[in-house]
């Protein structure tokens, strides 16, 4: 667990948080990279070992030095007191869930979350713990105030979200739930902090997957959240101490390395994935583009309410049949297929087809595409060679 320092807080800028926040030059011993405390064990102060009294450090579930930095350039980045590193995306996602629940409670959560985030609530939750849900498309807010009952401690978002990138009102939403004593976590993987910062419209838990973005480099399974101090000390000493998700010094160390360059990826990214969704849109074999910030996207005044920009990830439906959808794939070369994203590599995914899109109403033929940062020309040429087998629109 970190919160921010009086220090920290006099870097207000993504890059200088990125370089500077956590970086503690004195404690690690005027070490650029911070030391990598590898160790499960910290000694207390015993009068004979010349430790100081105060040293607050004693297992590395709880708290370890390299972790810490890691956690307070994400809190500084969110806007938030403090932060909490996991070993999964999933970790901080249960975790922010469960701060909320109890036993025979109601959720509302948003029906386009990733998928292992709605198979916790609806398998899990309502499966083995009686727990009652209520899907919502979450593009209005009268929608997700019909859905509230007595019984509701927690609305869910993804904003945007998994796959077909809906948004929410996340101001209006949160001032509903805060009306009512009603949690609110959302799921800021697609824009990072860099893009929305959920906190300061009033949402209570921001939840990352750092596999993507904040990672950055497609080496690491991580996760975070970030919030306000009663928040965070509570899931610090019950899920994250209990459920045991903690996140290895290793990881945060990869974790830290990662942000240093956050504000130079995730801009490329985004100027890739805006030429790659405008080329798709004008592109004759192309039914529909799904990507917030184009000319088409549905929800442009949510957009521009709470995003500043668009990041690499985007879908779209092509002419034809799903078995032509799988043939564009399997033509592409410089795109991977692959079911992450965030990293420096693109990606493409065919999806759709089974039960659980046709139940979101997702199209049967729909295509993820992760931008990379490969030279974007190279890139669209990819596209346009494997495109010549799809039929026109
Ligand atoms: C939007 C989103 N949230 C959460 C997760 C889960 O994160 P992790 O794989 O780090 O557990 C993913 C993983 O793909 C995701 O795409």
Not at 121 to 127: D, F
């Amino acid at each position: 667990m970190a919160f921010l320092t009086e220090e920290d807080r006099r870097y207000t800028t993504p890059e200088d948080i990125c370089a500077h926040v956590g970086d503690e030059y004195a404690k690690f011993m005027g070490a650029i990279v911070p030391p990598i405390f590898q160790n499960s064990l910290f000694v207390r102060p015993n009068g004979g070992n010349g430790l100081p009294a105060d040293l607050s450090y004693s297992y590395t579930r709880s708290a370890n030095p390299t972790i810490e930095v890691a956690e307070r350039k994400i809190a500084a980045l969110e806007g938030a007191d403090g932060a909490l590193c996991f070993s999964s995306g999933m970790g901080a996602i249960s975790s922010a869930i469960l701060h909320f629940v109890r036993a025979n409670c109601h959720i509302v959560l948003v029906d386009t979350a990733y998928a292992c985030t709605l198979g916790f609530v609806k398998e899990y939750l309502h499966g083995r713990f009686n727990m009652e849900y209520t899907l919502v498309n979450g593009g209005s807010v009268e929608e997700i105030s019909a859905a509230i009952r007595p019984d509701t401690r927690l609305i869910y978002l993804e904003s945007p979200s998994s796959l077909v990138f809906r948004m929410q009102d996340l101001e209006a939403i949160a001032a509903l739930a805060r009306a009512k004593g009603i949690g609110t976590v959302i799921d800021n993987s697609y824009a990072t902090p860099l893009y929305q910062q959920p906190l300061r419209h009033g949402i209570d838990i921001v939840c990352h997957t750092a596999s993507k973005y904040l990672g950055g480099h497609s080496d690491i399974v991580a996760g975070v959240l970030a919030a306000r101090r009663e928040i965070i000390e509570s899931i610090q000493n019950y899920e994250r101490a209990w459920l045991g998700s903690s996140m290895d010094p290793h990881q945060a160390s990869l974790l830290t390395r990662g942000l240093r360059t956050l504000t130079v990826r995730v801009p490329q990214h985004a100027a890739n994935a805006e030429k790659v969704a405008a080329w798709l849109e004008a592109c004759p074999k192309i039914r529909q583009v799904f990507y917030p910030g184009s000319k088409t996207y549905a929800q442009n005044e949510l957009f521009h309410k709470y995003m500043k920009r668009a990041t690499g990830l985007l879908s779209f439906v092509p002419a034809g049949t799903r078995e032509d959808a799988m043939r564009f794939a399997a033509r592409l070369h410089c795109f991977q297929n692959g079911c992450s994203w965030g990293g420096f590599e693109s990606l493409c995914l065919p999806l759709g087809g089974d039960e659980a899109s046709r139940a979101a109403g997702r199209p049967d033929n729909l295509v993820r595409m992760y931008v990379g940062l490969e030279n974007v020309d190279t890139l669209i040429a990819d596209i346009e060679q494997a495109a010549g087998i799809l039929p026109d629109a």
